[in-house]
């Protein structure tokens, strides 16, 4: 019996084992010398399973795109809570991208890989997640911020 009650206990402590979000913000490509920098949009979504009271699982799913590019990026991310809001992720993953130089269009598909901190605020099942993250495909880094709009359940 106590051993149920401490089991509720966590339960309560951590929240909601599943959760989905709806992910808006900004993406800034960082270029080489023959390559500049740009910044455009982003938007995604993402699904997170609890595993234990500080380690999750998920999918994330987002479609980025500059003036040049459009990436459709895939990834697996585990998210770290460091404390119940605090959260550090990594996540391999797969980037197709699809640019466009002169009259020229060029597809590719490349290991991506993120790195990332979120700081998750929770209201009742709602969760509203500001975050930062760095992609690191072939050498060449992106930096993607914004925020998470969720549910939990």
């Known amino acids: 019996m106590l051993l149920a009650q401490e089991e509720g206990a966590e339960a309560e402590e951590h929240g909601h084992d ?11 490509h960082f270029g080489s010398d023959d ?7 982003s938007i ?5 399973r609890r595993v234990t009271s500080r380690l999750k699982v998920g999918l994330l799913a987002e479609y980025a795109f500059t003036v040049t590019e459009r990436d459709y990026i895939a990834a697996l991310p585990l998210f770290a809570h460091l404390t119940e809001e605090l959260v550090l992720v990594a996540a391999p993953g797969i980037e ?12 590719e598909a490349d290991f991506l890989m993120r790195f990332g901190t979120i700081y998750e605020v929770v209201i009742d099942k709602w969760i509203f997640a500001p975050q930062v993250h760095g992609d690191v495909v072939s050498g060449h880094w992106t930096l993607v911020y914004g925020i998470a709009l969720g549910i939990g359940f």
Not at 18 to 28: C, D, E, I, Y
Not at 35 to 41: S, V, Y
Not at 44 to 48: I, K, L, M, S
């Open 96 to 107: 197709f991208a699809v640019g466009q130089e002169g009259t020229e269009t060029h597809k």
């Open 18 to 28: 599943n959760a989905v979000a709806l992910f808006l913000g900004g993406v800034t």
């Open 44 to 48: 995604g979504v993402d699904y997170a």
């Open 35 to 41: 390559d500049p920098n740009e910044t455009g949009f």
